[in-house]
């Protein structure tokens, strides 16, 4: 039976500067280092044997999944990385205080782009400073200029499909790295959450999410290491 570990990055700068980071490759703080490796204890404490990592491109994801690595002693094992496991991309809100979009916005319009499925923020234009049409990570792939959870999981699933499920149902032990919507898209796809549901669901930082999972990949069990700081599940499907 195959075990799966989701881990949501720990706190970035701009998570802790209340900004919308999206794409943008901010790093981790120092609390978010700490996140990390709190979370690779947990992982060595639950004696899981991983075969390969999965993360995003951006450094806040490959520190933390470096990090807890480290920490169980599971360094060596491969890592890949692969910008589908990115964090949504916040079209023209990213960079943005959020605090002040709302003054600017209305709470319940920011709520709406931030919280809602398949409402997108407003695009981001072309050829400023969050443009990533000439960042090499992302030569030749289809770069959006705005996402909802929604197109959000359209571009994780593809991915999953082809490379991580396989692997999966090869028997190995995985651990994926990334973001809070990434990782909301592949718990929306697990457990079968309904787009009326999945807006409540929410991933905390650095609190590994053990999965584990039948031959069918369904998902049988599922718990956060850390319960102190654990979040409410979604039924098991």
């Not at 400023?128 to 770069?143: L, Q, T, V």
């Not at 959870?149 to 359209?154: F, P, Q, Y």
């Not at 929410?202 to 319960?227: F, R």
Request: hydrophobic share 45%; glycine share 6%.
């Amino acid at each position: 039976m195959p075990t799966l570990v989701l881990l949501r990055h720990g706190q970035s700068l701009w998570n802790l500067e209340n900004r919308f980071t999206g794409w943008v490759d901010i790093d981790l703080t120092a609390e978010g280092e700490a996140q990390a490796r709190r979370a690779g204890q947990l992982l060595k404490a639950a004696d899981i044997a991983f075969d390969r990592a999965y993360a995003s491109v951006l450094t806040r994801a490959i520190r933390t999944a470096d990090i807890a690595l480290v920490e169980c002693a599971q360094l060596w094992i491969p890592l890949v990385k692969d910008w589908r496991l990115n964090e949504r991309h916040y079209g023209g809100l990213t960079g943005l205080d959020k605090a002040e979009t709302a003054e600017k916005h209305g709470e319940a319009q920011v709520k709406v782009w931030r919280r809602s499925y398949d409402v997108p923020p407003p695009p981001l234009a072309p050829g400023g400073a969050f443009d990533f049409a000439r960042d090499r990570r992302y030569a030749g792939a289809p770069i959006p200029d705005t996402e909802s959870l929604k197109t959000t999981l359209e571009r994780v699933l593809p991915y999953w499909a082809s490379e991580i499920a396989p692997k999966l149902g090869a028997g190995e032990n995985l651990l994926i790295a990334a973001h809070g919507n990434s990782l909301r898209a592949i718990v929306k796809h697990l457990f079968a959450v309904a787009d009326s549901q999945i807006v409540g669901v929410e991933i905390p930082t650095g609190n590994p999410l053990l999965v584990q999972l039948d031959a069918s990949l369904k998902p049988v069990a599922a718990h956060y290491l850390d319960a102190e700081r654990a979040e409410t599940l979604p039924p098991l499907p």
